[in-house]
């Protein structure tokens, strides 16, 4: 114990009945050993919030790890689909369309306009049982009421 052998506990031993008394001896012993309880319940305690801490450290790391690795997945994920680059792309032509929209344009000759589209339907006649004269034909004809 603390790195003391028998003979040198037995001197302490010794040197205590001498200072103390046969008297005070058992009652001394008695607080020196609530002592040492006491020592060895805080060292107990303080151990077990180590212990504790050491877990609390332990699960932290976890964590950390398990971001990490989503991290990782998140970044190959957007390097994959290319996401960026897309949008870097529909950046860049939305410039070329603003460029080519803003150019000036040489004026160009009038377009001829089209040519209508004629349709026509052909007539059908009736054919009649009686001849109808023509109107060159009432003309030339005399009438026969006069």
């Not at 609530?34 to 976890?62: G, P, Q, Y």
């Not at 040489?106 to 009736?126: C, I």
């Amino acid at each position: 114990m603390f790195g003391m052998g028998f003979v040198e506990i037995l001197i302490i031993g010794v040197i205590a009945i001498l200072f103390l008394g046969p008297e005070k001896l058992p009652e001394t012993m008695v607080q020196i050993a609530k002592f040492f309880k006491s020592v060895k319940t805080t060292v107990a305690s303080a151990k077990s919030s180590i212990e504790e801490e050491l877990h609390i450290h332990e699960i932290k790391e976890e964590a950390n790890s398990y971001k990490r690795q989503l991290t990782e997945a998140s970044n190959e994920l957007t390097r994959v689909t290319g996401i960026e680059d897309l949008k870097d792309e529909m950046h860049d032509i939305k410039k070329d369309a603003h460029v080519q929209m803003d150019a000036p344009t040489e004026p160009s000759a009038p377009a001829a306009p089209a040519k209508p589209e004629v349709v026509t339907f052909a007539k059908k006649s009736k054919k009649l049982d009686v001849e109808t004269p023509s109107a060159d034909e009432k003309d030339t004809k005399p009438s026969e009421n006069v």
